[in-house]
């Protein structure tokens, strides 16, 4: 069973857009939603992470929307840049249990210059 | 500082055989965790350590599969009678546990290739 979706499998911007990544997820006890960027041939690498207490975290021109009553949330990358082509994962865990991070699919972003 | 190191990069193996793969958590971080990455189930995790403790195993196939982490400086993933199903990139990471929600570093994990 899958606690983390992710959408689209794939997208493809051009240079300055909006990408926008889907996340939902299914136990309400997840509290901390962190997302994570991966390049090829290296690991994930934390890129911005939201409290369940919050409903919107900016870091730059990365924004992270939360919902809370619909159990979803988007990352959105303003003015993408062809270097920001990456695989995004988004990211659960509960407080309340085990430290345990369930990951999401991935989301495979490409910018076109 | 390094980061989390992982060797070797690349592994091939013949079905049949064991595969060993080592982590080097970065140096004081207490929690050293394992999962296998693949096109199809994407990332799925493991097991984990805590002070080099095991504490949760669950994610490991009970067959074949075994982890240790003998000392503070390196953890092993050990796969006896590799399968090609077995093919992933196996990736370690460590984290510095505190008050609040932990951030995992990632090596840049281990490519098994089993024939």
């Known amino acids: 069973q899958q606690q983390v979706r992710q959408s689209p499998q794939s997208l493809t911007v051009w240079e300055g857009e909006t990408a926008i990544l889907n996340c939902s997820y299914e136990?309400?006890?997840?509290?901390?939603f962190p997302w994570y960027q991966q390049f090829p041939g290296e690991g994930p690498a934390l890129l911005i992470s939201?409290?369940?207490?919050?409903d919107k975290k900016e870091d730059g021109r990365f924004t992270i929307f939360f919902n809370k009553r619909e159990k979803k949330l988007s990352l959105h990358i303003a003015d993408s840049q062809p270097g920001d082509s990456a695989t995004y994962f988004c990211?659960?865990?509960?407080?309340?249990?085990?430290?345990?991070?369930?990951f999401g699919s991935g989301t495979q972003l490409t910018v076109m210059p | 500082n390094a980061g989390v190191i992982q060797t070797p990069r690349h592994k091939v193996t013949g079905k049949g055989q064991e595969a060993t793969l080592w982590c080097e958590p970065i140096?004081?971080?207490?929690?050293v965790f394992w999962y296998r990455q693949t096109i199809v189930q994407g990332l799925e995790f493991l097991t984990y350590?805590?002070?080099?403790?095991?504490?949760?195993d669950s994610g490991m196939p009970k067959e074949r599969f075994s982890a240790q982490m003998p000392n503070q400086s390196h953890s092993t993933l050990k796969i006896q009678s590799t399968q090609p199903q077995d093919s992933a990139v196996y990736l370690c990471?460590?984290?510095?546990?505190?008050?609040?929600?932990?951030?995992?570093?990632f090596g840049s994990g281990t490519r098994l290739t089993v024939l």
């Open positions: 136990n309400s006890a997840f509290d901390y």
């Open positions: 350590f805590r002070n080099q403790a095991p504490i949760d």
């Open positions: 939201i409290l369940s207490v919050s």
């Open positions: 140096s004081g971080h207490s929690a």
């Open positions: 990211a659960a865990s509960a407080s309340s249990g085990s430290w345990q991070l369930i």
């Open positions: 990471a460590s984290s510095s546990p505190g008050q609040g929600p932990e951030t995992l570093y």
